[in-house]
């Protein structure tokens, strides 16, 4: 499934919460690191590349998002770092201008 934006200097972020194929498919919970992901509609914490799987935006300006605390973040450790989704969500929800896009 292929999004397309019209403006891509506009992008409603609401309608992009939609996972890749085959991401909602439970894995193999038997091999030491895989985990079923959570389906979009559920709440919970995701990792950064499901994140990025649900926002048009490049890993670069994921960071420096995260980074000038434009999203929240969870750090764990000293190199995992996990998003709330309904925090991000509500983020990027308070930096929307404007009316209809």
Do not use: Y
């Not at 935006?57 to 960071?63: C, K, N, Q």
């Amino acid at each position: 499934m292929e999004i397309k934006f019209v403006n891509s200097e506009r992008k409603s972020f609401q309608n992009v919460s939609l996972t890749p194929p085959g991401s909602m498919e439970a894995r193999d919970s038997g091999i030491r690191g895989e985990q079923s992901q959570t389906p979009a509609g559920e709440v919970g914490f995701i990792d950064e590349k499901q994140l990025l799987a649900r926002l048009p935006v490049s890993r670069r300006t994921l960071f420096n998002w995260r980074t000038t605390g434009k999203i929240p973040c969870v750090r764990l450790g000293g190199r995992r770092i996990l998003f709330h989704w309904p925090s991000v969500e509500a983020a990027l929800l308070r930096h929307q201008h404007g009316g209809n896009l």
